[in-house]
């Protein structure tokens, strides 16, 4: 018989657990000379980076309308304390820092999350929306990525109006998996972030324009079943492409999926490996 961990020996177990984990991450912060984007503006910096809305009601499997609806709310908690964030040269954005607890007590609601490889719902639930929105931002620009979790080797969710390439998705939990990005170059970065009910939506500015483009794409995608069971591949690239010129510079492998499916996948075209 397997041995239990501590935090699975009753509920208690589990929160004491969870508040020690906050508590380290939190002494580790303190005492590590990172400097922490904190300052905000109202007015937009000049130069679009790069926009993208989110939808926030979605098809997901047999997720329960209700969650969809708390998502919502929490969305709109969290998205005004991430707007007009200034990210100036060496400090580093940081989800967690900016957002803070996403408990009841701050107003959030019960959500869709996952956990052990499965849905399930707990407060704050879909706030991953959030960073995964920041995170495809931030991929169109030469900001450095520092912390970056995955719901890695699972794909939970049939597509429904998929908009960015599978596995460039966010993991986090409040607080010790963060999102973070630091800036190591001369130019100054904002987000800007609102909800309008339907959609999430952001976008990345700076004050200076880039001097390259980002590209991300996907390829050789595809399901494969193997030993029984289906799994979604697929490799996910991006590539820095000179403005003035259109030559590529830099192409660099960023994901390469191998990810067992949980939904029915009778209606998927499947390699048979």
Known sequence: MKRKLFCEIAPWAYRLSVEKCILARKVRDKFRSIKFAKDKSAEPLPVLVYRHNSLIRRKLGNTELHLQENKAVNLSLAAPKVNGILIRPGETFS???LVGRDDAR??????LTIAHGMPSSGIGGGLCQFTN???WM???SDLTIVEHHHHDGLDLFPDYHRQIPFGTGTSIVYN???YRFRNDSANTYQLLTHTDGEYLRGELRAMQTLPCAY????RDEHFSRERGVVYRNGIVERQVIDKHT???LQCDVIRRNHARVMYDTSHLEVREA
């Open 95 to 97: 989800f967690w820092h």
């Open 138 to 140: 931030v991929l169109h």
């Open 106 to 111: 701050h107003g959030y609601q019960e959500g």
């Open 246 to 248: 259109g030559e590529c």
């Open 133 to 135: 929105l920041i995170h």
């Open 215 to 218: 590209h991300i794409h996907a």
């Open 176 to 178: 010790y998996l963060d």
